[in-house]
């Protein structure tokens, strides 16, 4: 008789199975949802990396030309530096006579190799009338077309190189003078009208300045409001428009705190204008309620048993924090910070308000040095006309995702250092 | 009179005639406590005696922890908690002015019903309270008190090698116990305990009755327990909650054996609760 109930009715084990098996099948869609969408992103950001990475890497690359200078007092006395170049520009092709030729003659070489000159000579005075063969940078024109950038198919009007040039470059490859080499440039001067002589050394500086004051400023203060309005604060309407105002603030468009600084800082303050120093301070009043909210989750996250355990023993209510609550909640506090200063390393807005977006040659050396800083370089630079700057935004684009990575490196090694999870 | 009642239990008795000579350690007199509009405890007077154990027991809810949080001030961090009434410890009102909490839990420790170590290793467990009393002189003094607390309170031949592994890695009985040598370190008069071995085997709790037993000689001890059997163990004196009530108290053995109320007597036998 159980039998042909059996068959009839299926048993609660058929019906586990059944329901089991809708189960897996449910789990493993749901895993794959989720590898699809982890999926789409990382493919978006190595299509990024692979576009901005091969566009940018030329720019990692100068072309040189290996000239024979004399040193000639005559030219050094009246700080001609660059009359050298174009001297031994003339030896080298010495049938170009015409005065329109020999110009563009000269142009083939930037006008930065007349400053290394001088760099060497500073370096070492006994050069005076001796001659060397020395590399040289080329201009940006000749640097695109030894790139691969500039194409020689097309008629001579349509590309920057005339055919008389390519003559005279084909003679330097003949006799094997002309070079692409590491272009160390890039990464030790600022910024420059010329493409080849344009380096990111200035912006990254700026940056680099900016993000110290912003943390300087926002890590501590953030910190101590977090911990002020979590663990000390009385709960009331007070203190509950403060933490809306917070959370609304995160929200503001930083454009609006760029305003800001220009109206306190920079006017009413009388702060410098440009300064990585006001750029800093921007910058940590966008930083800010990020880091509070972060903060404030970090400490929120904290067991409650371990305050009870600290109190129960007699700690007061700051040695409870100080001791207990604030190491477990710093590894979650440093996560909220970094993200906080990865956002202000890419914020260009505020900073255009406050003058960082000046063309600036110098490297600034201190944090009231007119500056600019990496997004805004990247912009100044994507904006400039000639075709050697592209591959320069390419590239700092690249240094700043590196920077990116740098920082977020050294979060996780000082969070694994805060971090001890027993 | 009263010592002739307990003619029959001889260390009962003993320690009863040093409570007499003595006013009680600590003292409830009309004391209420309300969460936000909730009444917690209704007009609880309850008086404990020193260098005994006590055991609260009653239902769940019946308001025992929240007497025994009373007793170190736990629950001024409670938000919307409110006690009223006196509440003396050597005669002194723990809420009057003046008196400095911190001060007051130095004197009243407490070991809470989960094992809550510091995630920090198990030496610096035991050494906090000291350390932020100041009561070690130098740190030989202080390896001294550490080693001390572990050893009453029975955890020093498991981590006698390992004083600098987290606390946190230890079994739950051990961490238990190390939350007892942690209370024990600051030498309290008064040591609360909530549910101290409800998370713990048999053998584990045998451990910590039997520790409770020695403390008793230097500590007034107050525990909440669940456990019948455990109140009847350890405690001298038993106190019966019941719906923020305290319905009875008195010595254990009467409380078990001779109840006066009716609710008391049903809980104690498993009828109700
Ligand atoms: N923080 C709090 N906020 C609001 N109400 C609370 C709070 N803590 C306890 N209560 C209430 O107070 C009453 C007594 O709680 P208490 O924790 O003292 O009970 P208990 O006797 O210890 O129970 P158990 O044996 O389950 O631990 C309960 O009704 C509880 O809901
Ligand atoms: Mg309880």
């Known amino acids: ?422 | 009179m009263e010592i002739s009642i307990h003619t029959e239990v001889p260390t009962t008795a003993r320690i009863d005639e040093q409570t007499l000579s003595q006013p009680h350690k600590v003292s409830a007199q009309g004391v209420n406590v309300y969460y936000g509009d909730k009444q917690a405890l209704k007009n609880i007077n309850l008086d404990i005696a020193s260098n005994m154990v006590t055991a609260l027991i009653g239902p769940s809810g019946c308001g025992k922890s929240t007497f025994l949080r009373c007793l170190n001030r736990m629950n001024d961090v409670v938000d919307g908690c409110r006690v009223e009434g006196l509440i003396t410890l050597d005669g002194e009102d723990i809420y009057g002015r003046g008196v400095d909490v911190v001060h007051l839990r130095a004197r009243v420790g407490m070991v809470f019903q989960k094992p809550n170590p510091f995630p920090k290793s198990i030496y610096d467990n035991v050494a906090y309270g000291p350390r932020i009393h100041g009561l070690a002189a130098d740190r030989g003094a202080l390896d001294d008190m550490v080693l001390h607390s572990l050893e009453r309170a029975g955890l020093i031949d498991e981590v006698r090698d390992r004083l600098d592994a987290p606390g946190t890695g230890l079994s739950g009985g051990q961490q238990q116990r190390l939350c007892i040598a942690r209370a024990i370190a600051v030498e309290p008069e008064v040591i609360l305990m909530d549910e101290p071995c409800s998370a713990l085997d048999p053998i584990a709790t045998a451990k910590i009755e039997e520790l409770i037993d020695d403390l008793k000689q230097n500590f007034t001890i107050i525990m909440v327990t669940h456990s019948m059997q455990q109140a009847a163990r350890v405690s001298q004196k038993t106190a019966f909650f019941h719906l923020g009530e305290l319905v009875e108290q008195g010595d254990t053995t009467d409380i078990f054996t001779k109840p006066e109320d009716e609710r008391t007597q049903a809980y104690v036998t498993g009828r109700i609760g």
């Not at chain 1, 008789?1 to 019906?15: A, I």
């Not at chain 1, 809708?22 to 989720?34: D, H, P, Q, V």
């Not at chain 1, 092709?93 to 005065?99: G, L």
């Not at chain 1, 005339?162 to 094997?176: P, Q, R």
């Open chain 1, 1 to 422: 008789m159980t039998d042909t109930l059996n068959k009839s009715v299926p048993s609660k084990s058929q019906r586990i199975q059944a329901g089991l098996a809708k189960r897996y099948r449910a789990e493993k869609r749901f895993r794959l949802y989720g590898i699809a969408a982890i999926a789409a992103p990382i493919s978006f950001l190595a299509i990024m990396l692979v576009v901005i990475g091969s566009r940018g890497v030329g720019a990692f690359q100068q072309t040189y030309a290996q000239l024979s200078i004399t040193f000639d007092e005559q030219y050094i006395t009246d700080n001609d530096w660059q009359g050298i170049v174009k001297a031994s520009l003339r030896e080298t092709f010495p049938d170009v006579s015409a005065r329109r030729d020999k110009k563009k003659l000269y142009k083939l070489m930037s006008s930065g190799a007349g400053f290394d000159l001088q760099a060497m000579y500073k370096i070492d005075p006994t050069l005076l009338g001796q001659t060397r063969t020395v590399w040289l940078p080329m201009s940006d024109d000749i640097d695109m077309l030894m790139k691969g950038k500039i194409d020689r198919a097309l008629a001579e009007g349509d590309r920057r190189v005339s055919d008389k040039e390519l003559v005279w470059i084909d003679h330097l490859i003949a006799n094997d003078v002309i070079d692409l080499q590491f272009n160390t440039r890039f990464f030790t001067s600022g910024d420059s009208r010329e493409p080849e002589l344009a380096g990111i050394a200035g912006a990254f500086m700026g940056s680099i300045l900016s993000l110290a004051v912003c943390f300087i400023l926002s890590f501590p203060l953030g910190v101590m409001t977090a911990v002020y309005l979590e663990e000390f604060a009385p709960k009331n309407t007070w203190t509950y428009i403060i933490e809306v105002n917070i959370n609304n603030l995160a929200a503001v468009p930083s454009i609006v705190f760029g305003l800001l600084g220009l109206a306190i800082f920079l006017n009413f303050f009388m702060l410098p204008r440009s300064a990585p120093l006001v750029g800093g301070m921007v910058l940590a009043l966008m930083t800010l309620p990020t880091i509070i909210i972060a903060s404030r989750a970090a400490l929120r996250a904290v067991p409650p048993s371990i305050r009870e355990a600290a109190y129960g023993m007699g700690a007061s209510q700051v040695q409870t924090v100080l001791h207990h609550v604030l190491p477990l909640a710093m590894p979650g506090m440093l996560t909220g910070t970094i993200i906080g200063m990865a956002q202000a390393l890419g914020e260009s807005a505020p900073l255009l308000m406050i003058g960082m977006v000046a063309f600036i040659v110098d490297i600034p050396g201190n944090f009231t040095d007119p500056a600019t800083a990496l997004p805004i370089q990247i912009y100044l630079w994507a904006d400039s006309p000639e075709r050697a700057f592209s591959e320069r935004t390419a590239a700092a684009i690249l240094v700043l995702v590196g920077f990116l990575i740098m920082m977020n490196l050294i979060a996780v090694i000082v969070r694994k250092k805060f971090e001890r999870r027993w």
